[in-house]
């Protein structure tokens, strides 16, 4: 891999590129993870993958189901009295195996467990959507301020092999100027009793749950900041499954140099895609976003090639993910998707909801 190319590229991505064990030197250990929240993502997805990592490994897990939890300890080696509720959590301050939290909960939870985490002493790695509203997350970056402790959003397309081939394209103008960049990412949402489904918990439909995606595609493809948005949404209510969130969303963002991107989030459709189109050529990626099996696709000239791209840094994006976290820790440095980067998506996530809301544009 390129590795020189890429950290000029991509800027604050070099820490990510560092080799192996370069950026360690300064501790002896990998730095311990409390998982908080065992339901999919955290004990099916992220769990797992400590294997794959080599500066983070599990020490403790959070759970209101303590039966599970000793299960996982069990599997994973986490010692019994590294298990905590949701009501003794506070207690991890007198871990000091744990250096991370990892808060995997539903989204209206992130906040509390973010900001009762930094109390404890801890750094934290809170998982997308950062939180619900602009209020949150400015509370939790106060409070990992506050406490000095570091707070990276879950973002793990920016550890993603095909994601990180194709800013570095698009910033090196495989496609040409960039005029535009289209995405839209959703699932079939089933059962309507999943927390996903409730405003309270969720803060909000496929928007908040997918159409991040979209959203943060649309600013890394671009390598820009939107300045307006104007957002249309569409949701049949008689569906009891959307009587509290919104199915589907569409939103127009528009980027100081003229480009646009149109975005879309549904619970009613799989679609899982990105495409930049420039004044010399595209960049496509279908699926885009997926845990594996994404394809990209460079048109340029009447020329259609498939890209692969150079392997990622590290084995998969989640322990790509994971190691960096606890290699900005180590070294001091802000993990390079912040709790700045989620409060930016967040306050552009309150205009979509705005903008459909009272029905016209909303400068950001
Ligand atoms: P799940 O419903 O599968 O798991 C959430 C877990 O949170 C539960 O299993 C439970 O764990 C705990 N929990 C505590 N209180 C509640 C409550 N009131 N209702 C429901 N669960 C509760 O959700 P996911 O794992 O799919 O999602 C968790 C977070 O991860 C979300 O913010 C989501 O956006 C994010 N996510 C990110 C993905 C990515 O690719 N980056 C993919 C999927 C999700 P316990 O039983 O241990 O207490």
Redesign the pocket.
């Known amino acids: 891999m390129d590795i020189g190319r890429r950290d000029v590229l991509l800027g604050s991505a070099a820490l990510l590129l560092a080799p192996a064990g370069s950026a360690c030197a300064a501790t002896e250990r990998p730095l311990g993870y409390a998982i908080v ?7 099916d ?1 992220i769990i797992p993958q400590f294997v794959n990592c080599e500066h983070s490994r599990l020490v403790a897990l ?4 303590r039966a ?2 000793q299960r996982v300890a069990r599997a994973h080696g986490v010692p019994e009295r590294a298990i905590y509720s ?1 009501a003794d959590f506070d207690k991890i301050r007198d871990n000091p195996e744990i250096d991370i939290v990892y808060v ?4 209206g ?2 906040a509390e467990y973010t900001i009762r985490a930094a109390r404890a002493g801890k750094h934290v790695l809170c ?3 950062m939180a619900i509203s602009v209020a949150e997350c400015e509370a939790m970056i106060t409070a990992c301020r506050k406490a000095d402790r570091k707070l990276m959003i ?1 973002y ?1 397309c920016h550890f993603e092999a095909h994601n990180l081939e194709a800013m570095r394209l698009a910033r090196s103008g495989a496609a040409g100027k960039i005029r535009y960049v289209r995405s839209e990412h959703g699932f079939v949402q089933g059962d309507p009793s ?2 996903r489904l409730k405003r309270a ?1 969720s803060g909000g439909g496929s928007l908040m ?1 997918m159409g991040i995606y979209s959203l943060q595609a649309a600013r890394y493809m671009t390598g820009e900041e939107p300045v307006a948005v104007t957002a249309r949404e569409s949701t049949d209510r008689r569906d009891p499954r959307f009587s509290e969130v919104e199915d589907m969303i569409e939103w127009t963002l528009e980027f100081p140099s003229g480009a646009i991107a149109g975005c879309q989030s549904m619970y009613s459709a799989n679609q899982n895609h990105i495409l930049l189109m420039g004044d010399a050529g595209r960049i496509e990626l279908e699926p885009a976003t997926r ?1 594996d099996g994404n394809q990209m696709w460079v048109g340029k000239d009447g020329r259609e090639r498939k890209i692969t791209p150079p392997p990622g840094p590290a084995k998969t994006q989640f322990a790509g993910q994971l190691d960096h976290m606890a290699q900005s820790v180590m070294t001091g440095r802000q993990p390079i998707v912040s709790g700045e980067e989620g409060l930016r998506d967040m306050r552009i996530v309150e205009a979509i909801y705005r903008s459909a809301r009272e029905g016209r544009t909303i400068k950001l």
Request: hydrophobic fraction near 30%.
């Open positions: 929240g065992l339901g999919y993502y955290g004990l997805v959070v759970s209101g189901d599970k939890a949701y995997c909960l539903p989204n939870m992130h998982e997308k959507p879950g793990r999943k927390w918990l749950d845990y």
